[in-house]
């Protein structure tokens, strides 16, 4: 491999991380806007879910009501540096975001490509190991314990 053929890959690999990181970040940024608004409309029906608080710092959200709490971190492929353990992490997605529910147990959420439906391809969040998209349903029913802690 030539000297100009190892440049323009490592300029490739380079934009190819930056575009990554810039998906990671919109979707992040939609995913956790999700949860932010299904909080928000809980509080408005449930007066214990009135008092959560909600902290975000790039790519965690912490929402806690009570005792109880929940952390959302998002971890992107671009996050890791370069090595073979990445294609090991990351095998079919950009991202994973890992939710560490108040009751102990732990939601998994991958970052991938979507063609259902589609003419063109999208990204969207999915629960892991299958196809279905995460949405507002997902979202509460994995507040539902934090929700149930603030109302006990």
């Known amino acids: 491999m030539s000297t100009n053929d190892t ?9 190819y991380l930056a575009e990554t990181r810039r998906l990671v970040d919109a979707q992040t ?6 949860v932010t608004t299904i909080l928000a409309r809980a509080g408005r029906h449930d007066p214990a879910a009135r008092h959560a608080s909600i902290s ?3 790519h965690t959200l912490a929402v806690t009501n009570d005792s109880c709490s929940e952390t959302f971190t998002v971890k992107g492929i671009g996050d890791r540096p370069d090595s073979l353990d990445r294609a090991h992490l990351f095998p079919t997605s950009q991202a994973r975001c890992l939710v560490q529910r108040s ?3 732990t939601a998994e959420w991958l970052l991938r490509r979507d063609m259902a439906g589609e003419s063109a ?32």
Do not use: K, N
């Open 103 to 105: 009751d102990g147990s």
């Open 56 to 58: 975000r710092q790039d």
């Open 29 to 34: 940024d939609a995913l956790f806007g999700m």
């Open 7 to 15: 440049t323009r890959a490592a300029a490739g690999h380079a934009a």
């Open 121 to 152: 391809p999208v990204y969207a969040w999915m629960l892991a190991g299958s196809e279905a998209r995460v949405g507002e349903p997902e979202i509460t029913d994995v507040l539902r314990p934090l929700l149930e802690c603030a109302g006990s």
